[in-house]
């Protein structure tokens, strides 16, 4: 069964070029975005894992470790990583984990359909990972999914805002509207009434009875 929000998110072990991760030990107190790839080597995973190397920066800003994930082993991880910087011009600094027994792969559900076809005329195209995203809170729960096919490559831009609205909104009664960037007006729960909810976040921009915008509490 897919993982769903809310979920605990699948604890596990395995071994990564930054040495042996059991993912609930490893998680501590950080939020994290776990990101998954069909194979080293390839080139949309290639600038994938570029763009992810130029955004480590802005992942530790938020204190959000990043997880790679893919069959290949922490050999050739180790290897790529020489490519995957030079296509980025800063190092891959994150951790990528191998897979290649698809423990991971199967515990986040990350394997296209064509997987689960009868064994005989499967080839190992059919058992790859598909683009898959989680977003992990610091209380092991599923906070944001995403699933692109192996054919588009992911947008981390997009990402990374979905990682601010995330945090924005964690225990806090908001929400963020369409193509919400940091520091653009909020919406305000409907849990609170119109003086509560001025109380807590300032005056309101009422567009409708039941869609009030507040200034983004930074």
């Known amino acids: 069964m897919s993982l769903r929000i809310n979920d605990i998110a699948p604890d596990f072990t395995a071994n990564s070029t930054e040495g042996q991760i059991n993912f609930h030990d490893w998680l501590g107190d950080s939020y994290a975005v776990i990101f998954s790839h069909p194979r080293d080597f390839t080139p949309v995973c290639t600038t994938e894992f570029g763009a992810v190397a130029q955004l480590v920066p802005e992942f530790e800003k938020r204190g959000t470790k990043v997880l790679g994930v893919s069959v290949d082993s922490v050999d050739d991880h180790q290897k790529w990583k020489a490519d995957i910087g030079k296509l980025a011009g800063v190092p891959a600094d994150f951790a990528m984990i191998d897979d290649s027994d698809l423990t991971v792969a199967k515990a986040y559900d990350m394997l296209p359909a064509d997987y689960y076809?009868?064994?005989?005329?499967?080839?190992?195209?059919?058992?790859?990972?598909?683009?898959?995203?989680?977003?992990?809170?610091p209380d092991r729960k599923v906070r944001l999914t995403m699933t692109y096919p192996m054919s588009v490559g992911r947008n981390f831009a997009e990402i990374l805002r979905a990682l601010d609205a995330v945090q924005k909104t964690d225990g806090v009664p908001i929400a963020t509207p369409a193509n919400w960037v940091p520091g653009q007006d909020v919406i305000v729960a409907l849990s609170l009434d119109d003086k509560a909810a001025e109380d807590?976040?300032?005056?309101?921009?009422?567009?409708?009875?039941?869609l009030r915008y507040a200034k983004d509490p930074a």
């Open 200 to 210: 807590r976040f300032g005056p309101l921009d009422i567009k409708l009875p039941y």
């Open 117 to 137: 076809l009868p064994t005989e005329g499967r080839t190992p195209a059919h058992s790859a990972t598909v683009r898959t995203v989680f977003i992990i809170g």
